[in-house]
């Protein structure tokens, strides 16, 4: 599923519509955190990021961690500043009112997983 039709299903306000959504490579994965050094060393390359914090970290740790956007929930926005410096890196950037957790079961609803490897003894689900 790509990234056009994850906005389009769960009806996610894009942030960055400079940057085009169609075409975009397949989201398999997703993440779910609002503490960015966990995101760092757990979250999926090439994958969602969904989280409330709306700070210019949250794009620098995005790219860092190679994911492919994020989304931002509880209905947070990110300001200007944050937007503006997300088009000029290629990151796109969306919203929703939902929480996290509803998210989450949105998106696994529509085959989208966690990261691979996460066992149920580490805390994680089981491994596909």
């Known amino acids: 599923m790509t990234l056009a ?3 389009a299903q769960l009806n996610l306000e894009i942030m960055t519509p400079e940057l085009p959504l169609e075409g ?3 989201i398999g994965r997703a993440h779910a955190s609002d503490l960015l050094s966990e995101v ?3 979250a999926p390359s ?3 990021l969904l989280t409330i914090q709306v700070h210019m970290n949250v794009i620098a740790v995005a790219l860092h961690a190679g994911l492919a956007g994020v989304v931002f929930t509880g209905g ?3 300001d200007e500043a944050v937007r503006t410096r997300a088009v000029q890196e290629g990151l796109p950037l969306l919203c929703t ?6 998210t989450a079961g949105r998106l696994y609803q529509l085959g989208v ?3 691979l490897g996460a066992s149920p003894e580490k805390g ?3 491994t596909p």
């Open 5 to 7: 039709d994850i906005a």
């Open 24 to 26: 975009s490579a397949e």
């Open 40 to 42: 760092l060393a757990n």
């Open 46 to 48: 090439g994958g969602l």
């Open 76 to 78: 947070m926005r990110p």
């Open 97 to 102: 009112a939902e929480t996290s957790f509803d």
């Open 113 to 115: 997983r966690g990261r």
């Open 124 to 126: 994680g689900g089981p």
